[in-house]
C-alpha cells in the first residue's frame, strides 16, 4: 500500500459511508462490512488496518473458498478481492455470484491485471479495478463507492419486496385493472377490455390504490415500474 495521510472517502459515496457507520441507530449488523479476499497475508492485515483506520469495519480470507463457506452475517458493504489465487479466482467468485443473483459490489486489486481481464471484470459490474500497489485514498474512494451502490441495492430490493406483499393481497380482477391502469389505460378503456362496467372499474381501482398503500396514480404507476415485469404481471 502507498503510505499517505488518510482521510474519510470523498464525494456523495463517502457522505454515505459516514452516515451508515455514524448513526447511533444502526446496529452490528447493518454497518457496512468490506470483505477482503487474497492470498497474501501482508496484504490482507494492511488493507483490514486502512478501512478500520477510517471506522469501517473488515474482514479477511485467504481465498475465495474460505469466504464462501464461512458463517459471516450478510452485511451492507463491498469485496474487495486478488484476481490471481490458488485455487478459484476473484473473476471465478464474481462470475460465481452473478449466477447466484449475487450483487455484492466488487473491487479488483491485483498486482498481475491486464487490459483484457480488467474489461471482462468491468462489463461484469465491477466498481473498480485497481493495481498494486495502490494509493490508500484511491482504495478507500473505491471502497466507499462499492458500499453505496450496496446500500442503494439493498433500498431498492426492500422495496420491491414491500410492493410485492402488497401486490399479493389484490384479487386477480384487481391486479388486471392496476395492469391496465399502468399502461395508461382510461376507466371506459378498462371496462370494455374486461367485459365489466365503468362503475366497476373505478371500485377495484380504489381498492387497489387503498390496498397498494399510495394517494395517487402517479405513485401506483411507481410502485407498480418498480417490480420486476415477470413479478408484476404473472397474474394480469
Do not use: Y
Not at 457522505?15 to 449488523?29: C, N
Not at 391502469?181 to 376507466?187: D, E, I, K, Q, S
Amino acid at each position: 500500500m502507498n503510505q499517505e495521510p488518510r482521510g474519510q472517502p470523498s464525494g456523495p459515496a463517502g457522505r454515505a459511508v459516514g452516515e451508515a457507520t455514524a448513526s447511533q441507530d444502526v446496529g452490528p449488523a447493518h454497518r457496512p462490512l468490506v470483505v477482503i479476499v487474497d492470498d497474501d497475508q501482508d496484504v490482507r492485515m494492511a488493507l483490514a488496518e486502512l478501512l478500520e483506520s477510517v471506522s469501517i469495519d473488515a474482514t479477511t480470507f485467504a481465498s475465495t473458498r474460505d469466504w464462501l463457506e464461512s458463517d459471516v452475517v450478510d452485511r451492507p458493504g463491498c469485496l474487495v478481492l486478488d484476481v490471481r489465487m490458488p485455487g478459484s479466482s476473484g473473476l471465478d467468485l464474481q462470475h460465481h455470484l452473478a449466477r447466484n443473483g449475487d450483487p455484492k459490489p466488487i473491487i479488483f486489486l491485483t498486482g498481475h491485471g491486464d487490459i483484457p481481464m480488467t474489461v471482462q471484470a468491468m462489463k461484469a459490474g465491477a466498481v473498480d479495478f485497481l493495481t498494486k500497489p495502490v494509493r490508500d485514498q484511491t482504495l478507500l474512494d473505491a471502497v466507499a463507492t462499492g458500499i453505496d451502490r450496496d446500500l442503494t441495492q439493498r433500498a431498492k430490493a426492500r422495496a420491491v419486496k414491500r410492493h410485492l406483499d402488497l401486490l399479493a393481497a389484490l384479487t386477480p380482477r384487481e391486479h388486471q385493472v392496476l395492469a391496465h391502469v399502468a399502461h395508461g389505460r382510461l376507466n371506459k378503456q378498462i371496462a370494455f377490455e374486461l367485459g365489466i362496467s365503468q362503475i366497476t372499474v373505478k371500485l377495484h381501482r380504489g381498492n387497489v390504490m387503498r390496498k397498494m398503500q399510495v394517494n395517487s396514480v402517479g405513485e401506483l404507476i411507481r410502485a407498480w415500474e418498480a417490480i420486476p415485469r415477470d413479478l408484476r404481471e404473472r397474474r394480469s
